[in-house]
């Protein structure tokens, strides 16, 4: 008998110990997030990152290269489809 109570009081030390660790880890949870959160409040007024590293292009230049790789995207794209369909027939 009695060895069933001392495992009993056991496993009821392990579970609230389970249960402790729990705690800590929801409590370090909470206050990370916390301290997230007023980190990115006191962020809000810094610069963008876009503002901060300008660059000497201009906005029409860099469309008209970011439009150049989408087409030569593109053209491999089609290029390669037509050859898995070439190599099927």
């Known amino acids: 008998m009695q060895a ?3 495992s009993r009081i056991a496993i009821e030390a392990m579970s609230y110990r389970a249960k402790r660790q729990n705690m800590k880890r929801t409590a370090l949870r909470i206050a990370g997030g916390f301290v997230h959160g007023v980190t990115q409040m ?3 007024g ?3 990152a876009v503002e901060r590293f300008p ?3 201009s906005a029409t230049t860099a469309l008209r290269n970011d ?3 989408i087409g030569g995207d593109m053209r491999r794209a089609i290029e390669k489809e037509e050859q898995l369909v070439k190599d099927k027939a």
């Open 4 to 6: 069933i109570a001392c």
């Open 42 to 44: 006191a962020l809000l």
């Open 46 to 48: 810094q610069a963008s």
């Open 55 to 57: 660059t000497s292009i």
């Open 67 to 69: 439009w150049r790789k």
